[in-house]
């Protein structure tokens, strides 16, 4: 069965730090990997989406990026963070093709100081 | 963007009544339809979807209805329970399979 994995599941950190958030998907390959936001008692914002290794798209302007060094594991990282950039951070995955389904981890809870 | 969003930011039922969520979407291309629940500090967890060419579905203890003449779709849970509060979300998907525009929420609250 597959899996996703989040870390870490809550974070601080002061306005102007970097920021690295990982995740991870087992049991399955090629998927097509997601980062969303979500601010307190909202929806979901997506920030990133991904269908290969290397190959990243981005939804909104921001100072937020993603990468993904492997088939499995997608980063979303900052060089300085703003107090706007608080939030849950969430990514998901699905499979590749014209499948639609996508499955979320755990979850990131974000607060900038 | 597409706009999706609920009619209801916040709907307390009785535990063993029926729940209906509704959801309104703006974009009448939009082909393919999911709601998830989810619990306080988790992800979000599939429940049931809709494709556009169909307008009911059938779930354990759910159904998705999908009018797209008003662009209008519904969760109803039968016999709600407890372990049903959660905030439930909407998404639309429009022939992008790796975009999904989400609504902001509905909260169910299910009193014992």
């Known amino acids: 069965s597959q899996t996703i994995h989040q870390w870490p599941a809550t974070l601080v950190q002061p306005v102007g730090s970097p920021l690295s958030l990982e995740c991870t998907v087992e049991?399955?390959?090629?998927?097509?990997l997601y980062w969303y936001r979500q601010a307190a008692g909202r929806g979901l914002q997506l920030l990133f989406y991904s269908v290969g290794i290397g190959q990243i798209s981005s939804e909104v302007p921001q100072n937020l990026s993603a990468s993904r060094p492997q088939d499995r594991q997608f980063i979303l990282s900052s060089k300085k963070l703003l107090l706007s950039d608080s939030g849950f951070y969430l990514c998901?995955?699905?499979?590749?093709?014209?499948?639609?389904?996508?499955?979320f981890g755990p979850g990131t809870r974000l607060t900038v100081t | 963007g597409e706009s999706v969003g609920l009619h209801l930011p916040t709907l307390s039922v009785q535990e063993g009544d029926n729940s209906i969520i509704n959801c309104a979407y703006s974009?009448?291309?939009?082909?393919?339809f999911i709601w998830y629940k989810q619990e306080s500090g988790k992800g979000p967890q599939f429940i049931i979807d809709i494709r556009s060419n169909m307008d009911k579905r059938l779930g354990q203890r759910v159904t998705v209805l999908l009018n797209k003449t008003v662009k209008h779709l519904s969760l109803q849970i039968a016999a709600t329970q407890p372990g049903d509060s959660a905030v439930y979300f909407c998404a639309e998907n429009s022939y992008n399979f790796n975009k999904f525009y989400f609504g902001s929420g509905t909260k169910l609250n299910v009193k014992p």
């Open positions: 049991g399955t390959s090629n998927p097509n």
């Open positions: 998901a995955w699905s499979r590749g093709g014209r499948t639609y389904e996508q499955y």
């Open positions: 974009n009448s291309a939009s082909d393919y």
